[in-house]
């Protein structure tokens, strides 16, 4: 009987784990699985920081992962991007409370980002994704290896030297 209760209470435990999120809290990731239909950015992949505008600016990205894959973090850099340069045109007024990841999966989002600044000047976003699971941090590799064929860019590992040999691939150290 002891057996049975507990059983029902961590069923009951990691079945609020899936409930829905009304409301992500500030400094929080949230991995979503919206489907991007009927989005005026469906089939697209990419970053979104203001509603139906992909960001062309392509980041640098550093990836930590624990020792034993259960959770990890990704560190985004943006420099000037797209809504902060004077030649794009007039930024959009409302604040930017989100990074959005989407791609064919859906969304992935996190709330953790901060403007930089320079001599009263916005001049970069940084971001930072927080993956508490395996499952989390595989969705978002996922998502980066589909941003990485559409950037034209490659993947070199920390340590590594970038790869020899010509293309039009532009190499990104993670």
Same mark, same amino acid.
């Given at each position: 009987?002891k057996l049975f209760a507990c059983m029902v209470a961590t069923m009951v435990a990691s #079945?609020?784990?899936?409930?829905?999120?009304?409301? #992500? @809290?500030?400094?929080?990731?949230?991995?979503?699985?919206?489907?991007?239909? %009927?989005?005026?950015?469906?089939?697209?992949? %990419?970053?979104?920081?203001?509603?139906?505008?992909?960001? @062309?600016?392509?980041?640098?990205?550093?990836?930590?992962?624990?020792?034993?894959?259960? +959770?990890g973090v990704a560190y985004f850099d943006f420099d000037m991007p797209s809504f902060f340069? @004077?030649?794009?045109?007039?930024?959009?007024?409302?604040?930017?409370?989100?990074?959005?990841?989407?791609?064919?999966?859906?969304?992935?989002?996190?709330?953790?980002?901060?403007?930089?600044?320079? +001599?009263?000047?916005?001049?970069?976003?940084?971001?930072?994704?927080?993956?508490?699971?395996?499952?989390?941090?595989?969705?978002?590799?996922?998502?980066?290896?589909?941003? #990485?064929?559409?950037a034209e860019l490659g993947f070199t590992e920390a340590g590594q030297p970038p790869p020899?040999? %010509? %293309?039009?691939?532009?190499?990104?150290?993670?």
């Amino acid at each position: 009987m002891k057996l049975f209760a507990c059983m029902v209470a961590t069923m009951v435990a990691s #079945a609020s784990a899936f409930a829905p999120v009304t409301r #992500a @809290p500030r400094f929080m990731s949230k991995l979503a699985s919206t489907p991007a239909g %009927g989005d005026p950015l469906a089939g697209k992949v %990419g970053f979104v920081f203001y509603p139906g505008m992909l960001e @062309p600016t392509v980041p640098g990205v550093k990836i930590t992962r624990a020792r034993d894959g259960t +959770n990890g973090v990704a560190y985004f850099d943006f420099d000037m991007p797209s809504f902060f340069d @004077p030649a794009y045109g007039e930024p959009p007024q409302e604040a930017i409370t989100a990074m959005r990841m989407i791609d064919e999966e859906g969304e992935i989002s996190s709330t953790d980002v901060s403007a930089r600044f320079m +001599n009263g000047k916005p001049v970069g976003i940084d971001t930072q994704y927080v993956m508490k699971s395996a499952e989390e941090f595989e969705r978002f590799i996922r998502f980066m290896d589909r941003f #990485a064929a559409a950037a034209e860019l490659g993947f070199t590992e920390a340590g590594q030297p970038p790869p020899a040999g %010509g %293309g039009k691939a532009k190499s990104q150290a993670v």
